[in-house]
């Protein structure tokens, strides 16, 4: 595994300058990144098929991994409901050893097939649902077990590994090898790999959110979370969506709104909240749509 190899031209890293060493593990990094380029088309059928399933109905995003790879999996995941509203109940993060892994390693939890296999089965996966397997390896256990189990069921499997030929790859329907290569301090994957698998869930989730309508244009018109620096940025969407609002009336529509963005600006144009609400569900949620709908 590439992952695995060590490199003979940082056998003496402890003997490094301290900017040598800075430049090499940037500079790692770096040439793994250049070459996500490479997966664009990839990641661009990974979302459209994506987009597909979970527009069909109330079907869950699952994102599943081990370690460091399970820890990004939730990192990720857990921004989907304060940038864009994603639902919690649809969404599932689940990492090998439970929440407890989060924060330290749980000991043989990866390697645990019938822990994947009953996790599965308690989720009640099936053909609504779409899982991606995170592993950097691709041959983890648990991980590898989840999407297997999980495409049984019918679920759409994505699987992000940095291993050609990984047996993760081969389970899902759709792969993406994140070639990372030789991390600098051999085996560490939480360097090269962790950052690829970053930037790969980061393209997939927003790009998956915008295709699912969570987004006007590039405003975070779904926004969930609420805070003073927040509402300040909702009223400044509002206004940039509907121009000619003055603050005043931008407040009152968002507090009539409860401060979701999109139904403000459609009762800013002269809805009802019950009417905005209508209108949104049946353009599945865009603004867009609904915005031409009122002009047409």
């Given amino acids: 595994m590439s992952t695995e190899t060590v490199d003979d031209r940082f056998s003496n890293l402890d003997c490094f300058s301290t900017d040598a060493l800075v430049n090499a593990l940037t500079a790692s990094q770096l040439d793994a990144v250049a070459k996500l380029r490479q997966l664009e088309k990839s990641l661009t059928a990974c979302v459209d098929a994506a987009t597909q399933r979970l527009q069909q ?17 939730v990192q990720d995941g857990a921004e989907l409901w304060p940038t864009f509203g994603w ?14 892994a989060l924060l330290k390693a749980v000991e043989g939890a990866e390697d645990d097939v019938q822990a994947a296999v009953d996790d599965v089965t308690a989720e009640s996966i099936d053909s609504n649902d779409m899982v991606i397997g995170l592993a950097a390896s691709g041959r983890t256990p648990w991980t590898c077990a989840w999407i297997k189990e999980s495409r049984q069921r019918g ?3 994505i699987a992000f590994a940095n291993n050609e030929q990984a ?7 759709y792969a993406i090898c994140l070639d990372s290569g030789a991390e600098v301090l051999a085996g560490s994957t939480r360097m090269a790999a962790g950052t690829t698998q970053k930037i790969a869930l980061n393209v997939f989730s927003t790009a998956l959110m915008v295709r699912l309508n969570r987004t006007y244009g590039n405003l975070m018109v779904d ?11 909702r009223k400044q969407m509002l206004q940039q969506i509907v121009p000619e609002l003055k603050e005043a009336d931008a407040t009152t529509a968002l507090e009539t709104a409860n401060g979701h963005v999109k139904l403000a600006a459609l009762i800013a144009r002269g809805l009802s909240a019950e009417e905005a609400n209508a209108l949104l569900a049946e ?14």
């Fill in 167 to 173: 047996p993760l790859l081969s389970l899902a329907e």
């Fill in 57 to 73: 109905g109330d079907g869950r995003l699952v994102v599943a991994g081990a370690g460091t790879s399970g820890r990004i999996a």
């Fill in 87 to 100: 639902p919690d109940k649809r969404l599932r993060l689940k990492i090998a050893g439970g929440a407890d």
């Fill in 223 to 233: 926004m969930a979370a609420n805070n003073v620096k927040l509402q300040s940025r």
């Fill in 283 to 296: 353009v599945n949620g865009s603004l867009r749509s609904a915005l031409e709908r009122l002009t047409a």
């Fill in 155 to 157: 679920a759409l499997t």
